[in-house]
């Protein structure tokens, strides 16, 4: 029996919270940069799943290696030794920035951002943490006390003590929010749902001299930055940039798509973490670490760290092009295209030609998140899609 695309829909209206404004579509496959939905039309996915197609959907590594892993064993505790996690930790913390580094694994990035938080706070024995206006680090009561977006704060308060938010950018109200009862400083480093904005370099340069003066600890939101994305493994990498904080936080596209979280931590940080201190059923299971594993493999050999610089440079200076682009923000294959007209009302017409795009927190910035493994002709795809689009 099939079900049609109106019954999904009737269903689902039925069944599920309300709590996402949904696309009329209902993949079904993806192989790359597309999938196909449930009437066999096909899309170019310029949104990656929400930045989680990081190799692509369904990259054949990666879904052997899922595939042989359920057939092993599809879930043993924490509690007990691992061979795929200790090589696939291994591999992920080659890329770390500074050297005796280590992880810990949970399930998702609010998740990673509630555990870097709590070492911080056990860290240093301080309670203030210090994050951005416009910054999103996810939806629990922790990270949300960081969020910098009064939409999604408003109308759960009281949420924790101890936070506040300085304007992104902005090195003196940082220097002044800092002092010696802070334990962190929180940062996205592209705020892309805030609109895929960045802070000029110097200012991460800086953040990391006011925590090391004032003993804080310096965090990295790297859920969408990270693994590549931004044209450099982590944001720090940037020549530019040149920051290594004592946390990373990741989730998205480490497992292409099997749930997980993780937090890098630098050693002398590791050191102060105790048996008991932290813990997760899930997180480190063997699936997820074998998709991570694979995923890993296939940035590295496919070179897709440099890819997404490549055609990031590609996709940014054809957008610009674009009559009706007004800026193009952002790194790599994170970009936002500032246009002249609705962003919303541009996703729906080139969902319309088949390209999916995303939208972001103002609602003249388009956000692109495709897979690193685009090619030339994927992107010039969707930049003839758009300027089709924006001269209608
Ligand atoms: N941090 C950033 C920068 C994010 O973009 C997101 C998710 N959009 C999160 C944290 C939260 O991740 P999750 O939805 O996996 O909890």
Redesign the pocket.
């Known amino acids: 029996m099939t079900t049609t695309f109106d019954e999904i829909v009737a269903i689902e209206e039925e069944t599920e919270l309300r709590a996402y404004a949904k696309m009329p579509i209902a993949p079904v496959r993806g192989r790359g940069a597309v999938i196909v939905d449930e009437q066999g039309e096909e899309y170019l996915d310029f949104y990656g799943g929400?930045?989680v197609a990081l190799v692509g959907h369904c990259h054949p590594r990666v879904v052997a290696a899922i595939r042989a892993q359920a057939e092993a064993l599809l879930f043993y505790s924490n509690v007990a030794r691992s061979r795929v996690r200790a090589l696939a930790s291994r591999r992920l913390l080659a890329h770390a920035p500074r050297p005796g580094s280590k992880v810990f694994y949970c399930?998702?990035?609010?998740?990673?951002?509630e555990t870097a938080l709590k070492i911080a706070r056990r860290a240093t024995g301080r309670e203030k943490v210090v994050s951005f206006a416009g910054?999103?680090?996810?939806?629990?009561i922790g990270?949300l006390s960081a969020t910098g977006i009064p939409r999604y704060r408003d109308g759960v308060r009281p949420l924790l003590s101890g936070h506040v938010h300085v304007p992104f950018g902005d090195e003196a109200a940082l220097a002044a929010a800092v002092g010696a009862d802070t334990a962190a400083v929180l940062i996205?480093p592209i705020?892309?749902?805030g609109g895929v904005r960045a802070a000029p370099p110097a200012f991460y340069r800086a953040a990391e001299s006011i925590c090391r003066e004032r003993g804080a600890l310096l965090i990295f939101?790297?859920?969408?930055?990270g693994l590549g994305r931004t044209g450099a493994f982590f944001f720090g990498d940037h020549a530019d940039i040149g920051v290594r904080p004592h946390m990373i936080?990741l989730?998205?596209g480490l497992a292409s798509g099997v749930?997980i979280?993780a937090v890098i931590v630098a050693p002398e940080v590791a050191e102060t973490v105790r048996v008991g201190d932290q813990g997760s059923t899930f997180g480190g299971g063997p699936l997820a670490m074998a998709a991570m594993d694979a995923t890993l493999a296939t940035i590295e050999e496919e070179g897709l760290v440099g890819r997404a610089a490549a055609m990031g440079a590609r996709l940014a200076a054809g957008a610009a092009r674009v009559p009706g682009v007004r800026e193009v923000r952002g790194r790599g294959l994170l970009l936002g295209l500032v246009l002249d007209r609705p962003a919303a009302e541009v996703a729906a017409a080139l969902l319309a030609r088949r390209v999916i795009a995303g939208t972001s927190g103002p609602p003249d910035v388009l956000r692109l998140l495709p897979p690193l493994a685009i090619g030339e002709a994927e992107v010039d795809r969707f930049l003839a899609a758009l300027e089709e689009v924006l001269r209608a």
């Open positions: 929400h930045a399930n998702s990035g609010a998740e990673a951002n910054s999103f680090h996810g939806r629990t990270a996205e705020q892309s749902i939101d790297e859920v969408q930055t936080t989730a998205k749930p979280g």
